[in-house]
């Protein structure tokens, strides 16, 4: 018996208009940073066709990344609410998979654009086993001070009774064939609004990222015991905003490119994988096609790296232990840089930059649940 599972940040899958770039121009979209433009009322005129004109390129090329992991159950991240979740299914899921994705769960959590993390699971798997939640549990409301994890680095942007979580920790409690499988989905800090002068944003905020990863053990711990989450089926996934090795890109188009793997003795996400909590199934992978997302700033900085990630418990690694994961790339704009023979064929009307499925790739992997 066999389980396919997936986690994708689809890059604000939103049901509203954001109209806060009139007075933010940092939230401002680059195409009307090309136009005078009077007052709010013609901006909101002209956000609201923006988005319009680019949300069904967008969605299609979403849908077919999702399609393609073919899961039987996927993370999401990055979903305003239940309603845009299930417009979304309906509206360009459903041609291309047909009434797979019944079961759709999502909790509303701590971000501040109102960004959630989510579940979609079919009733059954593949090999026609039911795929039956019994419990799902919200962790958004722990506080520093509830996990004693209050440290001087936190205390410099946050205080004693804030929450851990910048969006949640949903814990879900599930049948697969008749025997259990927890599930936890995350979407930790992001790299950016450290607040921390002189600093490397990543350095700057990787404080609260290691805080949320501890909360995540502790959780864990507090269920299964230390020593049983070992003996115990689960994984944790999503977007970790983080990572543990990068392949950084130099060169240029006419000349070529070059590409350095290049590991970091700095992580949050060492917190997972210290003393073989748990396994970033990735790592099966060779080191130069672990990459999930594409980051560039200029041609100063440029780097590929895993931020998205499926977290093994070490009963599922070694029940898996010859399971590789899938990378899906294929929803990743032309501005992209792959390594060589890594190249993949677009979905129709991807762009240079955009549209295109998201900024990071879905990954799937197949588990035998045994």
């Known amino acids: 018996m066999s389980l396919r599972l997936a986690t994708f940040n689809v890059e604000n899958l939103m ?6 770039g009139f007075r933010n121009e ?21 956000e609201e066709a923006r988005m319009v004109a680019s949300a069904d390129d967008t969605r299609q090329l979403t849908a077919l990344a999702i399609a393609d992991t073919g899961a039987d159950i996927i993370c999401l991240q990055e979903v ?27 909790i509303e959590g701590n971000d501040s ?17 039911p795929i039956e939640v019994s419990d799902i549990k919200s962790h958004a409301a722990l506080t520093y001070r509830d996990l004693d994890l209050y440290t001087p680095e936190i205390a410099e942007t946050n205080r004693p009774d804030d929450r851990i979580f910048r969006r949640d920790c ?8 008749g025997k259990p499988f927890t599930l936890y989905v995350v979407h930790l800090k992001s790299m950016s609004g450290g607040g921390r002068q002189g600093m490397d944003s990543r350095v700057a905020t990787m404080a609260i990222r290691e805080a949320e990863t501890k909360a995540v053990r502790h959780i864990i711990e507090q269920r299964f015991g230390r020593g049983g989450s070992a003996s115990k089926r689960f994984a944790i996934c999503g977007d970790m905003n983080d990572y543990q090795e990068k392949i950084v890109i130099s060169g240029d188009r006419l000349n070529g490119y070059a590409f350095d793997p290049v590991a970091e003795a700095e992580s949050a996400l060492n917190v997972f994988s210290r003393d073989g909590f748990t396994e970033n199934a990735l790592l099966r ?21 895993q ?15 010859m399971r590789v994961p899938d990378i899906i790339r294929n929803g990743q704009p032309y501005r992209t840089i792959f390594p060589p023979g890594q190249e993949v064929e677009r979905y129709p009307r991807t762009g240079w930059d955009r549209p295109k499925a998201s900024d990071h790739c879905p990954i799937a992997i197949t588990l035998d649940i045994i």
């Not at 999930?292 to 790296?305: A, W």
Request: hydrophobic share 40%.
């Open 15 to 20: 049901e509203r208009f954001d109209f806060s």
């Open 26 to 46: 940092l939230n401002r979209d680059r195409a009307l940073r090309l136009f005078d433009v009077d007052n709010e009322a013609q901006y909101r005129r002209l």
């Open 80 to 106: 305003d609410n239940i309603a845009a979740l299930k417009a979304f299914e309906y509206g360009y899921l459903f041609r291309m998979v047909g009434a797979g994705y019944r079961q759709k769960y999502l």
């Open 113 to 129: 654009r109102g960004i959630d993390v989510a579940v979609m699971m079919r009733e059954e798997t593949a090999d026609g086993e």
């Open 170 to 177: 949903l814990e879900m409690d599930m049948r697969i064939g």
């Open 285 to 305: 992978r060779d080191v130069m096609d672990r990459w999930t997302l594409y980051h560039s700033r200029g041609p100063q900085e440029r780097h590929l790296c």
């Open 307 to 321: 931020l998205d990630y499926i977290w093994l418990s070490p009963k599922l690694a070694a029940d898996n232990a």
